[in-house]
């Protein structure tokens, strides 16, 4: 399948401090990427969907300013957790969707805020 | 919107017997429905995948099936491994590509005994 990385796989900050976390196409290119949230022991609740070179698109509920992102390219997209603080402490992972042969996912970012 | 049920959310079986996960959906739209399976602390690796006009898919071990009437699709794991123990999600979508959200089921830990 199709390889996608993220990074970094873990990060610990102070509460009030912002962290950005990189994914990225290894060997396609991605016009459209996701990014999830995910609590322990559940399923994964999507937050919004990146589409390069133009605005993201927010789930209902998910603070637009609070979770920035930018799809500079086609195959990178960055999410920026902005003032973090303690419950927004989870595991993030991004996805990449590749027409043909469907949609790969990162090996997720574990941000624990203090 | 589109709406997936999931069951077992656990199974625990015998090594080298098989494993069934069943899944439901709601919208008769979704014609892309990927698996995915989630090692701890990874994120989700796409195991095998299956489009509306085909009734039944396998890859070695694992196989999917669709009732796309009944709207059920379910995966089978034969001759289970120690290594198959982990969070398999199933998941529903219109498209296999483009922008189109999956919607994931709440998932299935499954546990292989020795």
């Known amino acids: 399948g199709a390889v996608v990385s993220q990074h970094p796989s873990r990060v610990i900050c102070k509460s009030g401090t912002s962290v950005k976390i990189e994914c990225r196409s290894l060997?396609?290119?991605?016009?459209?990427m996701f990014w999830y949230r995910q609590f322990p022991k559940q399923s994964l609740m999507l937050m919004a969907t990146?589409?390069?070179?133009?605005?993201?698109?927010?789930e209902q509920g998910v603070e637009k300013d609070k979770f920035l992102i930018n799809h500079a390219s086609l195959t990178l997209s960055t999410l920026t957790v902005t003032s973090a603080h303690p419950e927004d402490s989870s595991f993030y992972i991004c996805?990449?969707?590749?027409?043909?042969?469907?949609?790969?996912f990162g090996p997720g970012t574990r941000l624990t805020v203090l | 919107g589109e709406n997936v049920e999931q069951h077992p959310s656990t199974l625990s079986v015998q090594e080298g017997d098989s494993a069934v996960i069943k899944c439901t959906y709601s919208?008769?739209?979704?014609?892309?429905f990927p698996w995915y399976k989630q090692e701890l602390g990874k994120g989700p690796q796409l195991i095998i995948d299956?489009?509306?006009?085909?009734g039944e898919k396998k890859d070695q071990r694992i196989a999917v099936t669709l009732n796309k009437t009944a709207k059920h699709f379910s995966l089978h794991i034969t001759e289970t491994q120690p290594e198959d123990s982990a969070v398999y999600f199933c998941?529903?979508?219109?498209?296999?590509?483009?922008?189109?959200?999956?919607?994931f089921g709440s998932g299935t830990r499954l546990s292989i005994r020795p």
């Open positions: 299956i489009r509306s006009n085909v």
């Open positions: 060997d396609f290119q991605a016009t459209t």
């Open positions: 919208d008769s739209a979704s014609n892309y």
């Open positions: 996805s990449a969707r590749e027409d043909v042969r469907g949609e790969f």
């Open positions: 998941a529903a979508s219109p498209y296999k590509g483009g922008a189109s959200k999956i919607i």
């Open positions: 990146s589409n390069e070179g133009s605005k993201a698109t927010y």
